[in-house]
């Protein structure tokens, strides 16, 4: 069975530009969870999608946004990126059973000079 | 709201020593309560999980944790560890559902292995 898959695996973009992350859960994962994980921050929460509808947001700008297409795959879309958007963007599945238990994939790394 | 503390950033151990990692967590209900790993540059593994039931759970790669409810603590322990040890770990807890936030990470704890 296939795991989380992103891509891309790293990204270099300037500032004022857009990044497009995408991610693939595992086969019957309905719900997406985006995290950032910034140098010394941690993981922040960032969005979640679920049956193709977001359902949460983290305390993030609105340049932040993205999508869930039928298929259950999500794309996370960054406007206008700043240097402090650089970091390893990592995409997390759940099943429908709704344990709370989450799938990572192995991340997009983007970096904003 | 919830949150995680793992008040230890980095616990460095010789090989084939002990290793207990530390964490507390703060939640308004029974939580759903996980131990991550994650190499360098790499996503998070899960080690181990707990959602009730017995409060000692064993994990992959010889990990064991222990729920206890009186002191909001949930530490990862391993009895000998190993090099390939060397990783950061996470701490999270959750609710089943989800949750409106997913799971809410510590800090995590850098694990450096001496030989």
């Known amino acids: 069975e296939a795991g989380v898959t992103q891509s891309p695996t790293h990204l270099i973009k300037t500032r004022g530009q857009q990044a497009t992350l995408r991610c693939s859960p595992i086969s019957g994962h309905t719900s997406v969870y985006w995290y950032q994980q910034a140098l010394g921050l941690g993981l922040q929460f960032l969005l979640w999608y679920d049956e193709g509808e977001e359902r949460n947001r983290g305390n993030f700008p609105p340049r932040f946004s993205g999508r869930q297409f039928p298929n259950y795959s999500s794309e996370l879309n960054v406007n206008a990126l700043e240097l402090e958007d650089s970091a390893l963007y990592l995409c997390a599945s759940e099943g429908r059973l709704n344990t709370g238990e989450l799938f990572f994939g192995e991340g997009s790394r983007l970096t904003v000079l | 709201a919830q949150s995680v503390t793992q008040p230890d950033i980095h616990i460095t151990v010789s090989e084939g020593a002990s290793l207990e990692l530390r964490c507390n967590y703060s939640?308004?209900?029974?939580?759903?309560l996980f131990w991550y790993v994650q190499s360098p540059g790499q996503g998070l593994q899960l080690l181990l999980k707990y959602f009730s039931g017995d409060t000692l759970v064993q994990g992959i790669k010889g990990f064991e944790a222990e729920f206890k409810r009186s002191q909001s603590s949930f530490n990862l322990r391993k009895p000998s560890v190993h090099w390939s040890d060397a990783a950061e770990y996470f701490c999270?807890?959750?609710?089943?559902?989800?949750?409106?936030?997913?799971?809410?990470f510590g800090k995590g704890t850098h694990l450096i292995i001496q030989p």
């Open positions: 939640y308004g209900a029974t939580p759903y």
């Open positions: 999270a807890v959750g609710a089943r559902g989800g949750g409106a936030d997913g799971l809410t």
